[in-house]
């Protein structure tokens, strides 16, 4: 079993940045590959950015390429979205994932494709 805690949510202005951290706790961390994913108010969970579990492949949705950037440090069991540029349009809770990968450079976008969820950290990012 994983268990997965977001941090780092906040209250932001437009333009400004924010770190979100996630922490796991239970299997060996590196044997999985993670993502972010955001849900706002009325809308479905939607893909954010993912990370393999090797770190060396990463992929982001469109709208926050060249803005946010995923990371992971294995050795303190954490995967980091730094979120920069930040516009309304990004308030939402944010969500960390985790899944077992037998690929290395793998990365997955599809919620489905996830086991393992975080309880979520609100971002809101104010005009």
């Known amino acids: 079993q994983v268990q997965l805690a977001e941090s780092g949510g906040g209250l932001v202005q437009a333009g400004g940045s924010l770190r979100l951290s996630c922490g796991a706790s239970?299997?060996?961390?590196?044997?999985?590959?993670r993502g972010w994913f955001r849900q706002a108010p009325g809308k479905e969970r939607e893909f954010v950015a993912a990370?393999?579990?090797?770190?060396?492949?990463?992929s982001y949705e469109d709208s926050v390429k060249g803005r946010f950037t995923i990371s992971r440090d294995n050795a303190k069991n954490t995967v980091y979205l730094q979120m920069n540029s930040l516009k309304p349009e990004d308030t939402a809770v944010y969500y960390c994932?985790?899944?077992?990968?037998?690929?290395?450079?793998?990365?997955?976008?599809?919620?489905?494709?996830?086991?393992?969820w975080g309880q979520g950290t609100q971002v809101t990012v104010s005009s």
């Open positions: 994932a985790a899944r077992l990968s037998t690929y290395y450079s793998r990365t997955y976008s599809n919620r489905r494709e996830y086991d393992y």
């Open positions: 239970g299997r060996t961390f590196s044997s999985y590959a």
């Open positions: 990370i393999s579990r090797s770190g060396e492949s990463t």
